[in-house]
């Protein structure tokens, strides 16, 4: 199988503090997972590409001193958000990419975790 | 950014009947994917279509490919109340960073 984790699963905080999202891949190696955020009633939006052992890529709007990304492990990344908001409330998913044995090429799994939901209040 | 538009944006059907999904892209992509969220839940993957490939089925489920299109649609058939869920289709693009991007989504409601 392939199994990703998120922890916690919700997170509730005041204002101003700061909240970490983990997001493991239990039963295989990720070198590259990604960071995606959901509001209500939308759809997942992509918030950053993490990498193990390099920086992670942030998409076009995304406050990279906001949300720290850590990817220090090939089955570990790490979503803080930094100074959280009311605004920030919302639903956190992540996704592992399996390296699957080729390298290149149109196979590209990626497998999700069920989700963290912050509410900063 | 998003990749994907789909429509309708939210359907209703009968039990029994047959929905449909279309989910247009933008750029050029490796596969296709399909998933399932329940209301406030994780995703559950339904299918994965590759560029190379026109059609799968699992199940009750249909997915066709058109990539000449950037279009493909998600059939299910004889709907159940328990399909309820928002769908969504999510493509990889060619560029080689592997991020898959969303669709807006269909709210799919079949009543009992």
């Known amino acids: 199988g392939a199994v990703v984790s998120q922890h916690p699963s919700w997170v509730i905080c005041k204002s101003g503090t700061s909240v970490k999202i983990e997001c493991r891949s239990l039963d295989f190696q990720a070198t590259t997972m990604f960071w995606y955020r959901q509001f209500p009633k939308q759809s997942l939006m992509l918030m950053a590409t993490?990498?193990?052992?390099?920086?992670?890529?942030?998409e076009q709007g995304v406050e990279k001193d906001k949300f720290l990304i850590n990817h220090a492990s090939l089955t570990l990344s790490t979503l803080t958000v930094t100074s959280a908001h009311p605004e920030d409330s919302s639903f956190y998913i992540c996704?592992?990419?399996?390296?699957?044995?080729?390298?290149?090429?149109?196979?590209?799994?990626?497998?999700f975790g069920p989700g963290t939901r912050l509410t900063v209040l | 950014s998003q990749q994907g538009e789909e429509d309708p944006q939210a359907l209703s059907i009968q039990e029994g009947e047959n929905a449909t999904m279309n989910c247009s892209y933008k750029t050029s992509i490796n596969n296709l994917q399909w998933y399932r969220q329940n209301s406030g839940r994780g995703l559950v993957h339904l299918i994965l279509?590759?560029?190379?490939?026109r059609e799968k089925h699992s199940g009750r489920l249909r997915v066709t490919l058109d990539t000449s299109k950037k279009s493909s649609s998600l059939l299910i058939t004889a709907s159940r109340a328990a399909d309820t869920a928002s769908y969504f289709c999510?493509?990889?693009?060619?560029?080689?960073?592997?991020?898959?991007?969303f669709g807006t989504g269909t709210r799919l409601k079949v009543l009992a």
């Open positions: 996704s592992a990419r399996k390296v699957s044995g080729r390298a290149f090429g149109p196979y590209n799994e990626q497998f």
């Open positions: 279509i590759r560029s190379n490939e």
């Open positions: 993490s990498n193990e052992g390099s920086k992670a890529t942030y």
């Open positions: 999510a493509t990889d693009g060619t560029s080689g960073t592997y991020k898959y991007i």
